[in-house]
C-alpha cells in the first residue's frame, strides 16, 4: 500500500515523518541530544566510589559515567583531562546526600552540574549529556 503524504511548503514529506517531527518538537532539550546523539566517551576503569554527604551516617554511592560529546574531535581533549574529570566527578557527587541522588530531580541536577563543570574547562567541543551507566547507593 502507499504511504499517505502531506504537503509542507514545496516538500512533501510522508505522514509517518511529519508524526515524528510533531512528536520530536515537544521533546526537552536534554532529551532531544539523545536523537541523534555525538560520539559517547565512557569513562573507563573501574566504577567510581564515592563517599556521599550524610547526616551522621556512611553512605556510598557506585557510579559508572559515559559522556556524550558534541564532535568526535572532542575526545582527544577529553582524553588528555580525564584525571581532571575524574576528580570532578568525585568532587561534585561527594557533595550530595543519599536523600538527593534517590530522586529523578536530584540524579538530573547531579548530571547537569556534572555537564556544566565539564564545559568550563573543555575547549575543542562541549559535553552535551552526562549518562550514570551504572548507579548504585548503599547506605550503611
Do not use: C, W
Amino acid at each position: 500500500h502507499e504511504e499517505e503524504e502531506v504537503e509542507e511548503g514545496a516538500k512533501k514529506q510522508p505522514a509517518k515523518q511529519e508524526k515524528s517531527i510533531k512528536r520530536n518538537a515537544n521533546l526537552s532539550s536534554e532529551s532531544a541530544v539523545f536523537l541523534n546523539p555525538g560520539p559517547i566517551f565512557p569513562i573507563v576503569g573501574q566504577p567510581f566510589l564515592i563517599n556521599l554527604a550524610g547526616q551522621g551516617r556512611t553512605a556510598f554511592l557506585q557510579v559508572s559515567v559515559s559522556l556524550v560529546l558534541s564532535d568526535a574531535k572532542l575526545q582527544a581533549e577529553v582524553e588528555r583531562k580525564l584525571d581532571i574529570i575524574k576528580a570532578t566527578i568525585i568532587e561534585v557527587l561527594s557533595t550530595k546526600s543519599p536523600e538527593e541522588l534517590n530522586t529523578t530531580k536530584g540524579k538530573n541536577r547531579a548530571l547537569n552540574e556534572l555537564k556544566d563543570r565539564f564545559n568550563e574547562y573543555l575547549m575543542d567541543g562541549e559535553v552535551s549529556a552526562v549518562l550514570f551507566t551504572n548507579y548504585i547507593i548503599q547506605v550503611g
